[in-house]
């Protein structure tokens, strides 16, 4: 079983940074491909970032790209968030999701990760 839990949300003003992190209990951290989506109310859960096992690759929304960073540290269980230069439109719940699929590949798909934390809630005022 794995747990994931997130912190790291909160209120921001517009233009503002956060950092959001995952905390993993699996010893087999390293053998899943992470990822982070989030949810506004009203809308469907939607990809934000993910990163391979090793980190050397990741994938980005669109609508994120050049203002967020995803990273993650194996030794310890963790992953992170770096957002900057938030947007009102940015105002969700954030979650991070656990893929250990043989496959390895990074996923932009919701179905492909088996593990998802409960979220923190990100909200950004203008």
């Known amino acids: 079983q794995v747990r994931l839990v997130e912190s790291g949300g909160g209120l921001v003003q517009a233009g503002g940074s956060l950092r959001l992190s995952c905390a993993a209990s699996?010893?087999?951290?390293?053998?899943?491909?992470m990822a982070w989506f989030r949810q506004a109310p009203g809308k469907e859960r939607e990809f934000v970032a993910a990163?391979?096992?090793?980190?050397?690759?990741?994938s980005y929304a669109d609508s994120v790209k050049g203002r967020f960073t995803i990273s993650r540290d194996n030794a310890k269980n963790t992953v992170s968030l770096q957002m900057n230069s938030l947007k009102p439109e940015d105002t969700a719940v954030y979650s991070c999701?656990?893929?250990?699929?043989?496959?390895?590949?990074?996923?932009?798909?919701?179905?492909?990760?088996?593990?998802w934390g409960q979220g923190t809630q990100v909200t950004v005022s203008s």
């Open positions: 990163i391979s096992r090793t980190g050397g690759r990741t």
């Open positions: 999701s656990a893929d250990y699929s043989i496959s390895g590949a990074v996923s932009t798909e919701r179905y492909r990760y088996d593990y």
């Open positions: 699996a010893r087999t951290f390293s053998q899943a491909v």
